[in-house]
T-cell receptor, first 109, second 113 residues
Framework: AQRVTQPEKLLSVFKGAPVELKCNYS??????LFWYVQYSRQRLQLLLR??SRESIKGFTADLNKGETSFHLKKPFAQEEDSAMYYC???????????FGRGTSLIVHP | GAGVSQSPSNKVTEKGKDVELRCDPI?????LYWYRQSLGQGLEFLIY????????KSGLPSDRFSAERTGGSVSTLTIQRTQQEDSAVYLC???????????FGDGTRLSIL
């Protein structure tokens, strides 16, 4: 069975500080991994996916198969980054994603 | 073009009543998903439709829950004999296909009195 773990329910940092939102997954095959973000009063939206290998809004995430992790990182957090972040795993024939419970990021001025 | 549209945005009903939630996916998206989002619980998968294939209902919590997708487009999620524990935000998402990024609607906030 596939599983996604986001160990932190809440992450609080100051503006300009580095931020890392942790995501660990459990799956024996080749995963498709995503980060979704939900800003206050907005709908859940895709932030980035691992196969794109791109940086969105300054965020990057690298798939580490050895550690089965897909941590989301940003070197300098901004207040507008405050949001709920969900890590998701899609794999297998059905491609039904499994979501982590989410991490609430608060960036203080 | 328009994104995923859900209606109603809010629904308050009495325990024991039936409710019907609607989702209009993005045109051309073959995959459609329903999730339930409860406070502190993340996203709970409910049901998945892909093209004309039989839906994957493995996430439905009880037989009071059912969903249809007509003509490969609009979907309705029906909850019969609602219970207080059904109170949550129900999210719909669509994607171009399995494994592709999902586009979410704003959700329906369901409150059972």
């Amino acid at each position: 069975a596939q599983r996604v773990t986001q160990p932190e329910k809440l992450l609080s940092v100051f503006k300009g500080a580095p931020v890392e939102l942790k995501c660990n997954y459990s799956y024996s095959g080749s995963p498709e991994l995503f980060w979704y973000v939900q800003y206050s009063r907005q709908r859940l939206q895709l932030l980035l996916r691992h196969i794109s290998r791109e940086s969105i809004k300054g965020f990057t995430a690298d798939l580490n198969k050895g550690e089965t992790s897909f941590h989301l990182k940003k070197p300098f957090a901004q207040e507008e980054d405050s949001a709920m972040y969900y890590c998701a795993l899609a794999s297998g024939g059905s491609y039904i994603p499994t979501f982590g419970r989410g991490t609430s990021l608060i960036v203080h001025p | 073009g328009a994104g995923v549209s859900q209606s109603p945005s809010n629904k308050v009903t009495e325990k024991g009543k039936d409710v019907e939630l609607r989702c209009d996916p993005i045109s051309g998206h073959t995959a459609l998903y329903w999730y339930r989002q409860s406070l502190g619980q993340g996203l709970e998968f409910l049901i998945y439709f892909q093209g004309n294939s039989a839906p994957d209902k493995s996430g439905l919590p009880s037989d009071r829950f059912s969903a249809e997708r007509t003509g490969g487009s609009v979907s309705t999620l029906t909850i019969q004999r609602t219970q207080q524990e059904d109170s949550a935000v129900y999210l719909c998402a669509s994607s171009q296909g399995p494994g592709q990024p999902q586009h979410f609607g704003d959700g329906t906030r369901l409150s059972i009195l």
